[in-house]
């Protein structure tokens, strides 16, 4: 099974968090028309591929509030040889387009914000979604400010449904501070510290990718060497795990296709959606 990456070049979002490490911009109408043409001929080479495909989308800004993304999600959930298809979503949207959706290949990757949303709008969309049978998994960053907010978030959601903590980005954590996220999150510890990944074999490029709007292959979204054009024939996938180039790995959708972690064996058929086998 081919793994895909996808970003195309959508960048506006409807939240303003400090902390994002995505530089932000309100899309033109031009930027956006050139999104959706881009996700349509992404969505088109999905359909015509005979392979089995999992998509996972990530975009810079948030997808769902755009409806190409939700039509998108729709058609490739339908698709025999779409196995997963999944999103990163602050999950601020509309939610009752899923139930047009194959929950059997539809999933999502929910994020938390307080902040930008208050706790009972959030718990709401999480509730619809469990009620619609979707599957998701809900996620706060580590920010010290929102522990309190994550406690919460942990104490009235329900036990099956993952809560996980994303360590902030430059922030280091004594181990008291590691131990409070951990009782919300037992998998932070992957999260806490980069990974030494430097000739660590790597699933991506293999049968993992990161693909742009253009259409250019990548093996992963931080790695910037080009392996071809999804479209033109150029990408060639890797016959086995290679060597990671990068001194360290630091982001989840990174160092969970590191081999040596062991992290395929920990989230099983919930990869995309951050879901492990074993709550």
């Known amino acids: ?14 939240y303003d968090c400090p902390y994002c ?40 800004g948030e997808g769902l509030v755009r409806s190409w993304y939700r039509e998108t999600m ?48 959030f718990l709401a969309k999480s509730r619809e979604l469990t009620a619609l049978g979707v599957r998701h998994s809900v996620g706060v960053v580590g920010q010290p400010e929102h522990l ?13 449904t993952y809560l996980w903590i994303n360590a902030a980005e430059g922030l280091s954590y004594t181990d008291a501070e590691a131990a409070d996220w951990t009782a919300l999150d037992p998998l932070f510890s992957y999260s806490r510290h980069p990974h030494r990944s430097l000739g660590l074999p790597c699933r991506t490029g293999h049968d993992v990718v990161s693909v742009a709007g253009d259409g250019t292959v990548r093996r992963c979204h931080f790695v910037k060497t080009p392996l071809g054009n999804l479209y033109d024939g150029t990408f060639i996938p890797d016959r086995a795990p290679s ?7 630091d982001c989840h959708i990174g160092y969970l296709h590191l081999e040596p972690l062991g992290l395929y064996d920990v989230f099983t058929d919930g990869l995309l959606e951050r879901i492990p086998a074993h709550l």
Not at 1 to 14: F, N, Q, V
Not at 243 to 249: Q, R, V, Y
Request: include cysteine.
């Open 21 to 60: 490490p995505f530089a932000k911009r309100r899309d033109s109408r031009a930027q956006l028309r050139a999104d959706r043409a881009a996700l349509a001929r992404f969505a088109a080479w999905v359909a015509a591929r005979e392979g089995d495909t999992a998509v996972l989308f990530t975009p810079w």
């Open 243 to 249: 060597a990671c180039p990068n001194t360290l790995c």
């Open 148 to 160: 309190e907010a994550a406690r919460r978030m942990r104490a009235d959601l329900p036990g099956e």
């Open 74 to 121: 729709i058609e490739l959930s339908h698709l025999p040889q779409v196995r997963r298809v999944a999103i990163q979503t602050n999950l601020g949207g509309r939610t009752a387009w899923t139930a047009r959706a194959d929950l059997d290949a539809l999933a999502l990757w929910t994020t938390y914000h307080p902040g930008q949303v208050s706790h009972e709008r």
């Open 1 to 14: 099974m081919l793994t895909i990456l996808y970003r195309g070049p959508l960048a506006s979002c409807d």
